[in-house]
């Protein structure tokens, strides 16, 4: 059962027109004010409830006793006549809200007595000592606006001291349930602080719903925050589910300013050392699926970086990228637990060259001093004709060997007798052509760097290059003298953002 009292205090209604059969408009009205309370958050004025969000919706006809189509009729009141009205699914009034915001209208026959009033309460709670309104003689249509608490199953007692017709009109309610459809929310910092406001209230969601975070302040507020505190058990900050199969997204994040300082549409960041931290984590329960994924939708090189024209990324990092095996930091190589001892393990790179290869290897043997070596299909279909190179390592005797022939239809090895030998044949990729490996600068640029954190973030050995060719100075700032010839625009650095519990 709900607790609330009335919030309206008793005002003197103001005659408006004389009673006629036209129909008494819907206009737009305001609120009682609200103010931040001594304990925090937001609260009535009198602080008599605990705060409720308030959802506003167009101003909606719920009650008329004379009739005219709306959803509560019932004909005139009699004195002292007392009305339950369930106001439940009416104008969009949920199940679960706690009071709703109405202006009430009365039609008064002639004959009235002075000091006429009407009540409204919560069904299944005593009768307030203070009246909603007042009327006096006279026909006619005195209004005004007020706040009533409701009662369980979203139900009000409507009493008046003397014979009236009554409109009742909604423009919105209040609801403490959070988490329910109806109350879709918006979240707007105009500030350091925190603000709410509804922005969608029916229980279908069309467009732009559930919580959204705006940001309109520059001084470095959240518009969604999640914050886990607690030390022990799963705590999540921000948890997003989906559970369409249309193609739903948990959480979605998206960056549209085209702005020269960095925009992400998702960020994570952990302060733990841990090596199961993550700012970012993603896993996937069944088999199929990905934990992560990843693409960008740039045709071809149409991505324009800070300051030069980049490639498009799917992945970008200053740092390092890790999966299963492979652990990129600089240079590729993979991981491999040590067979011998679990506290090991073994980093093997991956070759690297001034051109992109393919290569096969194996062994074979002379027969009265000749071998064909055959070449397989899947380094036939990707190596470059013309540029095969073989390597010959004799095995059994220092047996000279040469290379009679090479290329896509086989290796022809010569030599004396019936020597083994080892075979490594090398091939530039076919698809690849003029491969440079010392290119104009663009993924060490101020501005790129910027974008990837700063300097402070580089590996330690690449900022001692971008020193050593004069990028940076020994200090790690940008040398001005270079950036000068260069012809690039240093950025200002952009906030380093940090958790704070909001």
Request: hydrophobic residues 35%; contains cysteine.
């Amino acid at each position: 059962m709900r607790t609330l009292t009335v919030l309206a205090t008793t005002l003197l209604g103001t005659s408006v027109a004389a009673a006629q059969s036209a129909d008494v408009p819907l206009h737009n009205w305001t609120v009682p004010a609200y103010t931040q309370s001594s304990r925090g958050g937001i609260t009535t004025m009198s602080d008599v409830t605990s705060p409720r969000v308030f959802v506003g919706i167009q101003p909606c006809r719920v009650a008329d006793t004379r009739g005219n189509g709306a959803p509560i009729q019932g004909g005139i009141f009699a004195n002292s006549q007392q009305r339950t009205w369930d106001v439940t699914g009416i104008c969009g009034i949920p199940g679960g809200a706690d009071a709703i915001s109405v202006n009430f209208s009365v039609v008064s026959p002639a004959g009235t007595p002075l000091g006429a009033f009407l009540l409204a309460w919560p069904t299944g709670q005593p009768a307030p000592p203070t009246a909603i309104m007042t009327y006096g003689p006279g026909a006619t249509v005195i209004s005004n606006a007020a706040i009533v608490p409701l009662g369980a199953g979203e139900q009000l007692n409507v009493n008046v001291s003397h014979s009236t017709h009554v409109i009742m009109d909604v423009n919105g309610y209040f609801s403490a349930t959070l988490d329910s459809p109806e109350n879709f929310l918006s979240i707007s910092n105009n500030s350091s602080a925190y603000s709410l406001a509804t922005t969608n209230g029916s229980t279908t969601c069309v467009g732009p719903c559930g919580i959204r975070g705006n940001i309109f302040s520059t001084a470095g507020g959240y518009a969604v925050s999640g914050y886990a505190i607690a030390s022990t058990g799963a705590n999540i900050g921000v948890y997003g589910e989906s559970d369409s199969t249309g193609g739903a997204i948990g959480v979605k994040g998206i960056a549209t300013a085209a702005t020269a300082t960095p925009t992400y549409g998702v960020m994570g960041e952990t302060h733990s050392s841990g090596t199961n931290s993550a700012g970012v984590y993603g896993f996937s329960t069944q088999v199929g699926s990905s934990g992560g994924y990843f693409f960008n939708t740039a045709a071809g090189n149409t991505y324009v970086s800070l300051q030069d024209a980049g490639i498009s990324y799917s992945i970008f990092s200053f740092t390092r990228l890790r999966a299963a095996s492979l652990d990129i930091t600089g240079t590729k190589n993979f991981v491999s637990p040590h067979p011998e001892n679990p506290g090991l393990e073994i980093r093997y790179a991956s070759v690297e060259a001034p051109t992109v290869d393919v290569y096969f290897r194996g062994t074979a043997s002379l027969v009265n001093g000749s071998a064909r070596i055959e070449v397989p299909d899947h380094f036939r279909f990707t190596a470059r004709e013309g540029t095969y190179m073989t390597t010959l390592t004799p095995l059994d005797s220092a047996t000279p060997l040469r290379v009679a022939q090479e290329g896509p239809d086989g290796v022809v090895v010569q030599g004396a007798g019936n020597t083994r030998f080892h075979y490594v044949v090398y091939a530039e990729r076919a698809e690849i052509v003029g491969y440079e490996p010392v290119t104009r600068n663009t993924s060490f640029t101020p501005g790129l760097i910027e974008r990837g954190g700063g300097p402070e973030r580089l590996p330690e050995a690449t900022r001692a290059l971008l020193v050593k060719n004069g990028t940076l100075n020994a200090d790690g700032t940008y040398n001005l003298e270079t950036a000068r010839a260069q012809g690039w625009t240093i950025p200002e650095p952009p906030p380093r953002p940090e958790l704070q519990q909001p």
